[in-house]
């Protein structure tokens, strides 16, 4: 880090980050885009009924040793 870069409050890593772009092209084909939606929809799914099962757990737990 040069005194420069001190003075501005930058560090070498915000520097390098600030050099590199991402940019997501998505998927190329039509197949592709729908394999990804499903994936995706997939993993939403399992990650709401795992909460929705902690959630109900939790409830019922706090209902027995609560009451």
Do not use: K
Not at 55 to 64: D, E, F, R, S, W
């Amino acid at each position: 880090m040069t005194l420069n870069d001190a003075r501005n409050g930058r560090s070498r890593t915000e520097e390098m980050m600030t050099e590199h772009s991402a940019v997501f092209t998505g998927p190329e084909t039509q197949d592709q885009f729908l394999a990804d939606r499903m994936r995706f929809w997939g993993s939403f799914t399992r990650f709401t009924v795992g909460c929705t099962i902690a959630l109900i757990v939790l409830l019922v737990g706090m209902a027995v040793f609560l009451l």
